[in-house]
């Protein structure tokens, strides 16, 4: 699938150093620095488009955005892999609820999507993939998990005997029964009889009456979400087999730790044999009026809703940027209102003659984000900058900054 256009991102200035990104390890729950390396692989589990881009997923995906912006600044090459979850049942129960083709929903909230990222200045995917163009790589990923013999029937269904993997559970630290009942949340049938352990993971379901099915050698059907996820990391991110890793980063928002994740880091290991994830990085949710913004709730912020009502996107950037990523927060109107006075106010600045020292600021903005993407405190730095100038502050070169805010956060003013 193509993804949103590319965005130019200016260089820094040589004089400035970036010290080693550090970022939260849900595995190893520290806050741990990433070793320096001239190529970096990233993974970030995509949308499943049944409903247009919401702020919970703009906040996961800036969030990356800053983790790509900070590592290309140190001048390494950046591979970042996303996909589409364009088959899965969500997707087919809101297809039907609404009489609609599940194909022509999908490719119309993608549409959207790729709009609303493009808008948000994110940087695009290198490879954006949806699972049905993905399907002969699933199935092989698949296949090697049946050579590896960590397979079983249930009905004319495939499962994966999560136990195979002797690190299971060790990426989200959650206790059994908290594994299951959010398992069962989750897209998860522990309940289902027949199954060795009522954790292990759907890999292939058979073709269901009026539902799509594909051609494979465990017969017609669709592949489970996770090892979809996993085939398209393994494939497409070209993992270094001397590297005690398969990939860097795999991210996500916190509803993704456990079971998606998880599974996903297990089947992967079984495939390839190297451990899949050096760092899993989780962002926190977005909620409204005191709930979690879900599409079951029907409380959903939509980035384009904000955007077609006049409000900037670098506002709506700058508003998500003053909570920390890790963070669950509370979206209320008020803070796209402060983000847009604060965006003017930053612009104005910025066309001055005369403005504070800036080379401070940059180091500051450096330093903040390198310690696990301290946004609020980058921001922070912006704002005594903006007050340093009204007060008449000089010496500094407001077009470095303007740069160095584009680079950095993202923020073309
Ligand atoms: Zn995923």
Redesign the pocket.
């Known amino acids: 699938m193509r993804a949103w256009p590319e965005v130019y991102i200016p260089a820094l200035p040589s004089r400035f150093s970036l010290p080693q990104l550090r970022l939260f390890n849900t595995e190893s729950q520290k806050v741990e620095p990433l070793p320096r390396k001239d190529r970096y692989r990233i993974?970030v589990?995509?949308i499943t488009p049944y409903d247009a881009t919401h702020l919970g997923h703009a906040a996961t995906y800036l969030t990356f955005d800053l983790v790509q912006r900070y590592l290309r600044a140190t001048g390494a090459h950046v591979d970042f892999v996303q996909?589409i979850?364009d088959i899965d049942d969500p997707l087919l129960e809101r297809a039907a609820r609404d009489g609609v083709d599940w194909q022509s929903l999908a490719l119309s909230q993608i549409e959207l999507f790729k709009g609303d990222m493009s808008d948000l200045h994110v940087i695009p995917p290198k490879d954006y993939i949806g699972v049905v163009e993905a399907m002969p790589l699933v199935v092989q990923a698949i296949e090697k998990l049946v050579a590896a013999g960590t397979t079983y029937s249930v009905d004319s269904d495939m499962y994966f005997r999560v136990r195979s993997d002797p690190d299971f559970g060790d990426r989200s630290h959650y206790p059994l029964d908290k594994m299951v009942t959010i398992f069962a949340e989750r897209g998860g049938d522990p309940q289902r009889e027949g199954k060795e352990d009522s954790l292990d993971a759907l890999v292939w379901l058979s073709q269901r009456r009026d539902e799509p099915g594909w051609e494979s050698p465990f017969g017609e059907g669709r592949p489970g979400?996770?090892i979809?996820?996993c085939a398209i990391a393994l494939h497409y991110l070209v993992p270094d087999s001397n590297d005690e890793y398969a990939i860097d980063i795999q991210g996500?928002g916190s509803d993704?730790i456990f079971p998606?994740?998880e599974m996903?880091a297990a089947q992967s290991r079984m495939i390839s044999g190297q451990k899949f994830a050096r760092s899993y990085v989780h962002t926190g949710m977005v909620g409204l009026n005191g709930e979690k913004m879900s599409k079951s709730l029907g409380n959903l912020v939509f980035v384009s809703t904000l955007i077609k009502d006049g409000v900037e996107p670098s506002a709506i950037r700058w508003a998500l940027m003053n909570s920390h990523f890790a963070n669950d927060v509370m979206w209320e109107h008020t803070l796209i209102e402060k983000a847009s006075d604060e965006i003017s106010r930053l612009r104005l600045q910025l066309a001055r003659m005369e403005v504070a020292p800036t080379d401070v600021v940059i180091e500051k903005m450096i330093e903040s984000l390198s310690r696990n993407l301290d946004t609020p405190r980058a921001l922070d730095a912006i704002r005594d900058w903006m007050n340093a100038t009204e007060s008449g502050a000089t010496g500094g070169a407001a077009g470095e900054l303007s740069r160095a805010l584009d680079t950095l956060l993202g923020l073309a003013l």
């Open positions: 993974y589990c995509g996909n979850t979400w996770h979809e996820c996500g993704l998606h994740h996903s």
